[in-house]
């Protein structure tokens, strides 16, 4: 067996930084989006914009744990690869 290249061994930290990266960003672009349709001006919206903020929040977690689930696979399999490696050698 071959040893692993150096960026696939850092690829799940890379991804676990991606992560909270994605948060932010999927958070803050759908919020400034609801802000921008002006929700918060108009009387009686505020349940939908309550709403849309409990989706936005939603949204960016599920993105978020899909990434750490990834790199949490990946960490693991390479765990797998070196100790299978040790166990061959």
């Known amino acids: 067996m071959?040893?692993?290249?150096?960026?696939?061994?850092?690829?799940p930290y890379i991804i676990y930084g991606a992560a909270a990266v994605v948060f932010?960003?999927?958070?803050?672009?759908?919020?400034?989006?609801?802000?921008?349709?002006?929700?918060?001006?108009?009387?009686?919206?505020?349940?939908?914009?309550?709403?849309?903020?409990?989706v936005a929040l939603y949204g960016a977690f599920v993105e978020a744990i899909y990434l750490v689930a990834s790199g949490a696979m990946i960490h693991v399999l390479i765990k797998i690869h070196d100790k299978m490696k040790a166990t061959a050698e």
């Open 2 to 11: 071959t040893g692993l290249p150096d960026l696939l061994r850092r690829m």
């Open 24 to 54: 932010v960003w999927n958070l803050a672009n759908q919020w400034f989006g609801m802000v921008d349709l002006g929700m918060y001006g108009t009387p009686g919206m505020e349940s939908v914009a309550a709403f849309q903020k409990s």
